[in-house]
């Protein structure tokens, strides 16, 4: 069972809002990630850290920011959310050895309205 | 370009029959290859890894092969059940880097019926 958890599992809001979603592991992982999932796709990685103080963009371009001020802690802001954004946010990480194993959170799911 | 095809993009079995998925990559340099189980409304969970010199590696029902020559990759599923029905995603690391470039399939979406 992964200890890695995300908040909220479901959001919904109005455009121009900002909103952040939490992620947190208890895994002691360097490695952590975003991921944006929308229906019958492949994930796109949009963020990563490979620890504290790291952040960089991943291959999906993204109006998102990411800070890693604490190990645990993984947190994706949006400041101005649109309908565009509407997708799964899947938050993931791993140790620090590629040993390609990722272990996700359950993801939320934002909705812009 | 890296790319990994999946097949079938969704599947209709009954309870207790076998299903076999297949995996087809290009990625190179290769470095692992995992098949995730995905339920709907949940994130992945990786259920096996394959290493270039692997063959074949089983986890309870589960059962994935590799054929590195051909670049292909399956996973078959004995005895289905109806907790087996999720998305089952193929996922290839290169060795590109120390944080290894994952590339990532559009998944088979699997439905077992009672």
């Known amino acids: 069972e992964a200890d890695i958890y995300q908040t909220p599992r479901y959001l919904v809001i109005g455009t121009g809002k900002k909103i952040t979603l939490e992620c947190s592991q208890t895994m002691g992982h360097d490695k952590m990630y975003w991921y944006q999932q929308d229906p019958g796709m492949e994930l796109h990685l949009i963020h990563y850290s490979y620890g504290v103080n790291s952040t960089e963009k991943g291959d999906l371009s993204s109006e998102s920011t990411v800070s890693r001020i604490r190990t645990e802690h993984f947190p994706l802001t949006l400041e101005s959310a649109r309908p565009s954004h509407t997708s799964q946010y899947l938050c993931?990480?791993?140790?620090?050895?590629?040993?390609?194993?990722?272990?996700f959170g359950e993801g939320s799911r934002l909705t812009v309205l | 370009k890296n790319q990994v095809e999946q097949s079938p993009q969704s599947l209709i079995i009954l309870e207790g029959k076998n299903c076999t998925l297949q995996c087809n990559y290009t990625v190179s340099p290769f470095s692992n290859l995992r098949w995730y189980k995905q339920d709907t409304g949940r994130g992945p969970v990786s259920l096996t890894i394959?290493?270039?010199?692997?063959n074949t590696k089983s986890n309870g029902r589960y059962t994935a092969t590799l054929d590195a020559d051909t670049k292909q990759s399956s996973l078959h599923i004995t005895a289905s059940q109806l907790s087996d029905s999720a998305s089952y995603i193929c996922v290839v690391s290169d060795r590109g880097s120390t944080l290894g470039r994952l590339y990532f399939g559009r998944g088979t979406q699997l439905t077992v019926w009672p």
């Open positions: 394959m290493t270039f010199s692997e």
């Open positions: 993931a990480s791993s140790e620090a050895l590629n040993t390609g194993e990722l272990f």
